[in-house]
């Protein structure tokens, strides 16, 4: 947890960058609402700052680009950022995790 969120519980996003990939359920402009309000942030680009990428799926392409990193970013489902947002904390991302990559980040 960190040190911000001990004092504001509502910021559970804080130090959490994501990358949206593609076509998301929420949106992309609700998702970085949803983030911004917590204290989360968006890139528009992949970048080194990035913690999460969230996508509703992946294309064969970046599955096999992801699966050959050595440390991969973990790649989501945008219910994770929902779900969290609902329970006012942050849930376990490993339960949001896409099933084409899954067996890569546990």
Do not use: C
Not at 33 to 46: A, F, I, M, W
């Amino acid at each position: 947890m960190h040190i911000g969120t001990k004092l504001r519980p509502d910021l559970f996003f804080t130090g959490i960058i994501v990358l949206i990939n593609g076509y998301t359920n929420p949106d992309g402009t609700t998702l970085l609402r949803l983030l911004q309000k917590h204290n989360g942030d968006v890139e528009k680009y992949e970048t080194t700052r990035g913690t999460y990428i969230i996508a509703q799926q992946l294309s064969t392409a970046k599955v096999n680009i992801y699966k050959k990193q050595r440390k991969p970013i973990p790649v989501v489902k945008p219910d994770w950022i929902v779900e969290s947002v609902k329970a006012r904390r942050l849930l376990d991302y490993r339960e949001y995790l896409i099933d084409d990559v899954k067996e890569n980040s546990s």
